[in-house]
């Protein structure tokens, strides 16, 4: 595991997180946020603080207290003792798990208050951190299938932003962007433009 700050993330002053996939975002034992990405963490988490994200909503409102909040950086093996598997045999450990099962066991074991899949009981919020409406969102009905779709889109170099007027646009590194209207045929088709 590798741990940093918000603020060296946002200046650039972290070394290489390679081969890490997951990340919890805590200040102290308080953890707000757990999620994951293939391609890389540290861009995922700075997606985080362009706007509709809840955890860049809430550093926002935090600052400048959140730039001290920690990041954690977990490679699969770190996940381990998170991950509770059952052997087929008595003396012998099973130890295959994905990205997926390790975000969804570290979820469900530290709680975070800002995730909403796989978090049935999220931690309220300490009323001393601003953003305390965040928690109340109810959670997005999203299937196994959409969110496997949206892990995909992302590793594809798509990230998706809502304007001022509520229309959500989908922004390809290259370039390209979409509305969320000429995205619906790939998403019910679960392609990738």
């Given at each position: 595991?590798?741990?940093?700050?918000?603020?060296?993330?946002?200046?650039?002053?972290?070394?290489?997180?390679?081969?890490?996939?997951?990340?919890?975002?805590?200040?102290g034992?308080?953890?707000?946020?757990?999620?994951?990405?293939?391609?890389?963490?540290?861009?995922?988490?700075?997606?985080?603080?362009?706007?509709?994200?809840?955890?860049?909503?809430?550093?926002?409102?935090?600052?400048?207290?959140?730039?001290?909040?920690a990041?954690?950086?977990?490679t699969?093996?770190?996940?381990?003792?998170?991950?509770?598997?059952?052997?087929?045999?008595?003396?012998?450990?099973?130890?295959h798990?994905?990205?997926?099962?390790?975000?969804?066991?570290?979820?469900?074991?530290?709680?975070?208050?800002?995730n909403?899949?796989?978090?049935?009981?999220?931690?309220?919020?300490?009323?001393?951190?601003?953003?305390?409406?965040l928690?109340?969102?109810?959670?997005?009905?999203?299937?196994?299938?959409?969110?496997?779709?949206?892990?995909?889109?992302?590793?594809?170099?798509?990230?998706?932003?809502?304007?001022?007027?509520?229309?959500?646009?989908?922004?390809?590194?290259?370039?390209?962007?979409?509305?969320?209207?000429?995205?619906?045929?790939?998403?019910?088709?679960?392609?990738?433009?």
């Amino acid at each position: 595991m590798q741990t940093t700050t918000v603020h060296a993330i946002l200046h650039k002053q972290l070394d290489s997180t390679l081969g890490h996939l997951i990340y919890v975002v805590r200040d102290g034992q308080f953890v707000f946020y757990v999620g994951q990405s293939k391609r890389d963490v540290v861009a995922r988490f700075g997606e985080h603080l362009q706007k509709p994200s809840r955890l860049g909503e809430l550093i926002e409102l935090n600052r400048p207290q959140s730039l001290d909040w920690a990041v954690d950086f977990y490679t699969l093996a770190d996940c381990r003792p998170f991950v509770a598997q059952k052997s087929l045999f008595a003396m012998q450990a099973w130890e295959h798990f994905d990205m997926d099962m390790a975000e969804q066991n570290l979820i469900a074991v530290l709680r975070p208050a800002l995730n909403r899949d796989f978090n049935p009981q999220p931690s309220p919020l300490p009323p001393h951190y601003q953003g305390q409406h965040l928690t109340g969102q109810p959670a997005t009905a999203v299937s196994p299938g959409e969110r496997i779709w949206l892990n995909r889109m992302s590793l594809a170099g798509w990230v998706y932003a809502t304007d001022s007027h509520g229309r959500t646009t989908w922004q390809h590194h290259d370039g390209r962007t979409l509305t969320d209207q000429q995205i619906t045929p790939y998403r019910q088709q679960n392609r990738i433009p």
